[in-house]
């Protein structure tokens, strides 16, 4: 069945960087990409970004854009979410998703990771 | 940006009781409109894809309408099980995607 496996929690300082990882089985990413998202303690989800099929691309989000980086190694099935500069803000259970075909559905998710920026 | 705004903000219910909640975009996004069940400490399920279509294996009591800007999401049957906090998403503007800031039902 499908499954999405995400690393464990992080604490950072501000102005470092994160990297989560999110191991797929169940199918492979060469046949569906994952988008990634988050959301910020007691707040709603909000979209980082994700494979464009139309332009073979991944898009950022505006508002990450210059921070964040996603990539897929096809080899193990694992994708990857680079964010950088971290700030308080960034605090947030960061989340990866299949989507349903070339449709921004998400459909099956990762179980989140927790992600804290503190001094 | 597509704005999604999703009311109420929060809902008290009691077991039986039919739930409604409303999600309204911005402009008009077709019927590209999900809805998603959250529960604490876990991730978001998908219930309803495109405005209506029940996702396979969740219960016939949840229900989706609507096109355009303005679109409904009903429990029928209120059970236990369903206190949780529910979300539109819309993708419109694939590939991106944006969200209503939720719906937190509990009992009554």
């Known amino acids: 069945q499908v499954q999405l496996v995400q690393s464990g929690a992080e604490v950072k300082k501000p102005g470092a960087s994160v990297k989560v990882s999110c191991k797929v089985s169940g199918y492979t990413l060469t046949e569906v990409s994952v988008h990634w998202l988050r959301q910020a303690p007691g707040k709603g989800l909000e979209w980082m970004g994700g494979y464009d099929p139309e332009d073979s691309e991944i898009i950022y989000a505006q508002k990450f854009q210059g921070r964040v980086t996603m990539t897929e190694d096809s080899s193990t099935d694992t994708a990857y979410m680079h964010l950088t500069s971290l700030k308080s803000e960034d605090t947030a259970v960061y989340y990866c998703?299949?989507?349903?075909?070339?449709?921004?559905?998400?459909?099956?998710w990762g179980q989140g990771t927790l992600v804290t920026v503190s001094s | 940006d597509i704005q999604m705004t999703q009311s109420p903000s929060s809902l008290s219910a009691s077991v039986g009781d039919r739930v409604t909640i409303t999600c309204q975009a911005s402009q008009d996004i077709n019927n590209y409109l999900n809805w998603y069940q959250q529960k604490p400490g876990k991730a978001p399920k998908l219930l309803i894809y495109d405005a209506s279509n029940l996702e396979a294996g969740v219960p016939s009591r949840f229900s989706g309408s609507g096109s355009g800007t303005y679109f409904t999401f009903t429990i029928s049957s209120l059970q236990p099980e369903d206190i949780a906090t529910y979300y539109c998403q819309q993708y419109d503007n694939r590939p991106s995607m944006t969200f209503g800031q939720g719906t937190r039902l509990d009992n009554k």
């Open positions: 998703a299949r989507v349903r075909g070339d449709l921004p559905i998400p459909d099956f």
